[in-house]
């Protein structure tokens, strides 16, 4: 449930961001910085369960080595949680949000908007990091298409359910494997310690 929870407020805050970064005015500018907060507090919350949940929401548990991803290209089986493939893309994708989330926190548009670490830098620096945010956005939405079409293709043609398990929590696989308990509680620390240090990054720095 929390990584479900943590996906789909992705989405929801990414989609936020793109439509006002790209298309929103001048008023909507808080809601673009508001909603690049909420992403920043997925990022420390997801960076952080990553290392203490158990089971499948654990990196190590679907992070793997080279061998593991020839293994899975060669013959792709259904998983539980992230096939080896599909955790490449969960880094990538990790990754992207973090610079772009990061470089924002240092962006100016050199007229009315500055990011709150702004004055933590010099403008060259604020510039060289406002251009890294412009440029990482379409990098972003790639990795985001590359994810869909992943999607598509285990879905439709190798008949991996992906989307309804994301949805439900549940998901049916030939191999009899224990399900994964909710770590409520775990997760609800790393949200708090990952909502506190957003709150002092932002408002204390």
Known sequence: ?????????????????????????FDSID??????????VLIFFRLGYGFVARGYARFGAFVKGSGAIKAYLQQPTETVGHNPLGALGVIALLA?????????????????????LYHLVSNDTSSLLTSIHAINRWVLLGLIA?????????????GHRLVLPMITGKKQVADEIEADQHQLGRA????????????YLVNEV
Not at 31 to 40: F, K, P, T, V
Not at 96 to 116: M, N, R, Y
Not at 188 to 199: E, P, R
């Open 1 to 25: 449930l929390p990584v479900r929870l943590f996906h789909w407020s992705l989405v929801i805050l990414l989609c936020i961001s793109f439509y006002t970064g790209e298309f929103g005015d």
């Open 31 to 40: 809601i673009h910085m508001w909603s690049g907060y909420g992403l920043l």
């Open 96 to 116: 992207s949000v973090t610079i772009q989330v990061a470089t924002g926190l240092f962006a100016t548009d050199d007229i009315f908007v500055e990011g709150p």
């Open 146 to 158: 590359t994810h869909l079409l992943a999607i598509v293709v285990h879905e439709w043609k190798l």
């Open 188 to 199: 609800s620390i790393c949200f708090v310690i990952a909502s506190a240090a957003v709150y």
